[in-house]
């Protein structure tokens, strides 16, 4: 099927992917008195005697805002608050499909640090949560931190920690699969902006793996001088051996390479450099690092990549649904460290017996939302 033509013949068919639909019909006149005036003046009132009952009396206890500047859309990068918004909307179907939860899709023309912050402070009220999506490191780092900071709401941007997450269960299985330990492996991960940080942080928070991070320059080591804040505080946890060099050089010896960067910048010369039994998470959509045919041909033994029409697919639709169900159901304000590592764990132990061509579950795993909601607690 040519996906691109589908997708625009059915998005202009719809005409965007959600609506706002009734919990009850407007169909008498009672009924228009209590929902409108003058009965909603009693609910106003109560809540602004007790702000914290507006989650029992608003739609604010089911409710996520997914928000973006539109300045780091999937494989698309800075294309602006209307092009992403068809994202957004994406996002919003997976949310009320899996989870129930209704997400509105807000797209923000505004693009400094303190600009997205204020905005955002600003329409918290309306929400029960907020789902960061598709801004552009290193801005994106700041902007959540700050926002989780200030705001008493489950704040996540998902491209850095539901990525973070579903690439540790992915990890969990195929080294399980391999007979392989996390704590003797050397993982090299080939992209540092929001996404590739995150990736390490969770990593090196789960074990205590050999942990390289590589730009589009080379190796991160303390011998460079253009490294903004980000990637010095990335030295803290990788590099541990002072190494130098391009990918080519980061990966000789690797057991596992993780790849959030650009298309084809690792080839079969360069896995066969790897050690036996390479793991290639090769992640960069729509086209990632390396084919995965072209990575088993060169020795890989375990393929995963951000596709569905290929096995393994890793994707953050796994994780996002289940922490905002638990979060908003057992009223956790803040998402942690150890949600993270718990969740990557539950994602990894729905699949009873990992292979090579199933180290994660599916998507629409029927127990997956509600087994995640328990450990958000």
């Known amino acids: 099927m040519d996906y691109n033509k589908k997708s ?24 228009l008195s209590i929902y409108y005036t003058p009965g909603v003046a009693a609910v106003s009132q109560h809540i602004a005697d007790n702000p914290e009952e507006a989650k029992n009396y608003t739609w604010t206890n089911n409710n996520v805002a997914v928000i973006s500047d539109g300045s780091a859309v999937l494989g698309l990068g800075n294309i602006g608050p209307k092009a992403a918004l068809p994202v957004m909307e994406g996002k919003a179907m997976l949310f009320k499909k899996f989870a129930n939860i209704d997400a509105i899709p807000i797209v923000l023309d505004v ?7 204020n905005t955002v402070k600003a329409i918290a009220p309306s929400f029960g949560g907020i789902n960061l999506e598709d801004i552009a490191a290193p801005q994106c780092f700041e902007i959540e931190k700050r926002l989780i900071d200030d705001l008493n709401i489950p704040i996540m941007h ?31 991960v080939a992209g540092s902006g929001a996404a590739g940080t995150a990736i390490i942080e969770l990593l090196n928070a789960y074990a205590n ?16 001088q253009d490294l903004n804040n980000e990637k010095l505080k990335l030295l ?14 980061a990966l ?4 596992v390479f993780i790849g959030v960067s650009k298309p084809n910048i690792i080839n079969a010369e360069i896995i066969k450099s790897m050690n036996k039994d390479p793991i290639i998470f090769a992640m960069a959509n729509p086209i990632p690092e390396i084919m995965p045919e072209l990575a088993l041909q060169a020795g890989a033994a375990i393929v995963a990549t951000g596709r569905s029409d290929f096995p393994n697919q890793i994707n953050n639709a796994l ?9 908003l159901d057992n009223n956790v304000r803040k998402i942690t460290t150890e949600h993270k590592l718990k969740t990557a ?13 199933k180290i994660i579950p599916p998507i629409d795993h029927s127990n997956l939302v509600s087994i995640i909601s328990k450990v958000i607690v």
């Open 209 to 224: 793996p050999e942990i390289i991070a590589v730009d589009s320059v080379g190796i991160i080591s303390s011998s460079r």
């Open 8 to 31: 625009l013949e059915e998005h202009k068919k719809l005409k965007g992917k959600i609506e706002i639909s009734l919990k009850d019909n407007l169909d008498s006149v009672d009924k």
């Open 345 to 357: 764990e539950v994602i990894a132990s729905l699949v009873a017996n990992p292979t090579r061509d």
């Open 111 to 117: 693009h400094t640090v303190d600009e997205i912050i």
């Open 252 to 255: 000789k010896n690797a057991d």
């Open 158 to 188: 998902d491209d850095q920690h539901g990525t973070a997450i579903v690439v540790l269960a992915g990890l969990i299985n195929s080294l399980k699969v391999l007979n392989k330990d996390i704590n003797k492996s050397k993982i090299v």
């Open 236 to 249: 803290n946890i990788t590099n541990k051996n002072y190494l130098n060099g391009n990918i080519n050089d």
């Open 319 to 327: 994780v996002f649904p289940g922490i905002f169900r638990g979060a």
